[in-house]
């Protein structure tokens, strides 16, 4: 039990991080991003990426890694502090077969492949024998009884493409500029300012050292003071993995409370699959292998990162993912007297590493649950679960910002929302080992012995890692060649 908890800090910000979403990894959001847009000339505008189907290997062919089109993949907004969605973003997936055939000895053959070797440069490019495309619907209010509209491209039309997933460089040899061509701006109901929406593969952004995090954390120096150079002395075990992002960038002016009186906003991602399950025991033409029907049902959420891996126990790791915020009181325990801390004492209690003393972790409680007074906490607040961005912070630029986001000073960085380049596993070590208590956040620096610590996994990450652009995550790694 020791291994498996410490072992979930390196799940990432949630890969693979409860029991039942293993079972279905395309509905399995892995880290979710809320923050002003940096990019030069879009700064007043808000990005949300949703990134789904954890630690992909580029070349996973022959089928690659398509969105689920029996999901239903959403980004929630809470811009009263209720703990209720005001605003949702559905996105759902078609997956259209072209049989593309050869004739071989005088007779179509249907080819095994999802591209047919033509061009593939653009949307619904010839060479693709698989065509995957998406809707998009806003909802205002409740998720399932709410106000409905659908997002259209300001070209025209309301049906989207999603670029096939970077198979290797002889089938696309400019994947950048071919994935370039499936941003779309788009017109949000009730948005007067144009929107930019990318559906994708991307490669993983997250960073973290997993092999030795697992094996009961056998990092030999895992902070700064053990060893100078302990932030860059291992590796990232995400380095040669993909994942498929959902991208939006929104008008901030659109996303906040009408009138605009509360500039914060909560956000958070989910996945729901249909309740019930048929599998077909002869799939044929025009029809699946399985049939699905009944409610949506949730099965994975993600707002803060790191929350269901290092805060929630293990009997409830399934619940929380198919819980709302709205009913978090349920899992308060988990943060007001976290197992964590007293786990990374055990193991290095000896060279300092002290759990902190105040109990409740009220400090935590600001971090997760209501925002930071001053920060990023709304003017009225129901302690839930969601990561939250005070939209009237102004971006810094890429090249400026801090990894460690509020903590080392920079109040554009996490928690107040949370850039690609902010190091959260490394602020979030900190965090629950009392680093808030320095600062005299909902505590003080003597019930954390050890917040002065630098605590670190030894995996690096900084913004130089990603774009300066929406939708700033880097093109996904070729399957072929490897090099």
Not at 242 to 256: F, H, K, Q, R
């Amino acid at each position: 039990m020791l291994a498996l908890l410490l072992a979930a800090q390196a799940q990432a910000s949630s890969h693979r991080e409860a029991p039942f979403i293993t079972n279905i990894p395309k509905a399995d959001a892995t880290d979710f991003y809320m923050f002003r847009s940096y990019e030069p000339g879009r700064e007043r505008f808000v990005t949300l990426i949703a990134d789904y189907v954890p630690l992909q290997d580029p070349y996973g062919g022959p089928n690659y890694f398509m969105l689920d089109p029996n999901a239903l993949y959403e980004i929630h907004i809470d811009n009263n502090g209720d703990a209720k969605e005001d605003l949702t973003f559905q996105f759902r997936f078609t997956n259209t077969n072209k049989d593309a055939q050869f004739t071989v000895g005088g007779k179509k053959v249907s080819i095994p492949l999802v591209i047919n070797g033509g061009a593939i440069d653009g949307a619904n490019a010839a060479g693709t024998n698989v065509r995957e495309t998406y809707a998009v619907t806003v909802v205002r209010g409740d998720r399932r009884g709410g106000t409905k509209g659908a997002v259209s491209n300001v070209d025209g039309g309301i049906t989207f493409d999603k670029p096939i997933d970077n198979i290797g460089r002889k089938s696309i040899p400019d994947y950048a500029g071919y994935a370039a061509r499936h941003v779309y701006e788009v017109k949000i109901p009730g948005c007067e300012v144009p929107a930019r929406m990318f559906v994708g593969q991307r490669k993983d952004p997250f960073v973290v050292n997993l092999g030795e995090t697992f094996d009961l954390v056998n990092i030999k120096a895992p902070a700064v003071e053990f060893n100078a150079n302990a932030e860059r002395n291992a590796r990232d075990d995400l380095s040669n993995k993909n994942v498929t992002t959902i991208a939006m960038e929104v008008a901030a002016s659109c996303l906040v409370a009408p009138g605009g009186a509360d500039p914060v906003i909560g956000g958070w991602t989910t996945a729901s699959v249909r309740q019930g399950r048929l599998v077909n025991p002869a799939p044929g033409t025009g029809t699946g292998a399985s049939k699905e029907g009944g409610a949506w049902t949730q099965v994975s959420r993600l707002g803060m990162p790191l929350v269901n891996e290092v805060v929630i126990g293990l009997k409830d790791k399934d619940r929380f993912n198919h819980s709302k915020p709205s009913s978090d009181a349920q899992f308060a325990d988990y943060v007001t007297h976290p197992t964590l801390p007293m786990l990374v004492e055990t193991l290095f209690g000896s060279a300092g590493a002290k759990a902190p003393t105040n109990f409740p972790r009220n400090d935590l409680v600001a971090a997760f649950l209501t925002g930071v007074k001053g920060l990023n906490q709304p003017a009225k607040v129901t302690p839930s679960e969601m990561l939250r961005l005070n939209t009237a912070i102004a971006p810094v630029a890429m090249g400026k910002q801090k990894r460690l986001g509020v903590i080392d000073g920079d109040n554009a960085g996490f928690p107040n929302g949370r850039r690609p380049g902010d190091d959260v596993v490394d602020i979030a070590l900190r965090v629950v080992m009392g680093k808030l208590c320095t600062l005299s956040l909902g505590c003080v620096p003597a019930d954390a012995p050890a917040g002065a610590i630098r605590f670190t996994d030894g995996a690096y990450l900084d913004d130089a890692a990603f774009t300066m652009a929406f939708p700033y995550l880097k093109p996904p790694l070729p399957g072929s060649p490897q090099q």
